[in-house]
C-alpha cells in the first residue's frame, strides 16, 4: 500500500478492503467496503459504500447509501439517498438521482453527431 502526502493513499489491492473516514485515489478488491470515504477509482465484486463521494465504481454487486458518485458500471447497482451522473447498470434498484441516464446519454450523443453533420455541411458551402 502507497501513501502520498497529505494523507491520501495511493492505491489499495487485496482480497477484502475495508476503508474507513480516508482517502484513497485507487481500490482493486474482490469485496471493497467504504465508509465516510472519498475515492477516485474504486474496482470490485462486491462494492459497499456508505456516506461517501467517489468518482468512478465498478462491481458486480454494488450497494451505494448516501453517497455520490460520478460514473457507476455494475451489473446490479443498488442506491438509497444518493446522487450519481451516470449510471450503466443491467438492474439497478433504489431512489438515487441520476443525472444522466443511458437513454439521455444516448441522445445527447446522437444529438451532437446530427450537429456536427450539419454543421460540416454548412462550412462547405
Do not use: N
Not at 453533420?117 to 462550412?123: A, H
Amino acid at each position: 500500500m502507497g501513501r502520498e502526502s497529505g494523507g491520501v493513499i495511493a492505491a489499495v489491492t487485496g482480497d477484502s478492503v475495508a476503508i474507513d473516514q480516508s482517502a484513497v485515489r485507487s481500490v482493486d478488491a474482490e469485496r471493497v467496503e467504504l465508509r465516510q470515504a472519498a475515492a477516485q477509482h474504486v474496482h470490485g465484486e462486491s462494492v459497499d459504500v456508505t456516506d461517501s463521494a467517489i468518482v468512478s465504481v465498478r462491481g458486480a454487486d454494488v450497494r451505494m447509501r448516501d453517497c455520490a458518485a460520478l460514473v457507476v458500471f455494475g451489473e446490479h447497482v443498488r442506491v438509497s439517498e444518493g446522487a450519481s451522473a451516470l449510471i450503466l447498470a443491467r438492474h439497478v434498484e433504489g431512489d438515487g438521482s441520476r443525472v444522466v441516464t443511458p437513454a439521455a446519454a444516448f441522445a445527447f450523443g446522437a444529438g451532437i453527431v446530427l450537429g456536427m453533420g450539419l454543421l460540416r455541411r454548412l462550412v462547405r458551402r
